[in-house]
């Protein structure tokens, strides 16, 4: 993703998840979820199907 966003910029920011808290690097164009925020947009299905 960091190479992506280097030769394109205009496509920042770019959104990854992580086990951490939400960070934000502006200087990389980088947008970081937590695991459980990704997991509530994906929706009820997806939690379902991932399992206790």
Known sequence: MHLLL???PEC???F???AGPCAEL???G???LPLYSAA???G???SAAAGP
Request: aromatic share 4%; proline share 14%.
């Open 44 to 46: 009820p299905a997806a």
């Open 26 to 28: 502006p200087e990389q």
């Open 40 to 42: 509530a947009v994906a």
């Open 16 to 18: 990854g998840v992580s």
């Open 30 to 32: 980088l947008v970081f």
């Open 12 to 14: 920042a920011p770019g």
């Open 6 to 8: 280097s030769e394109h």
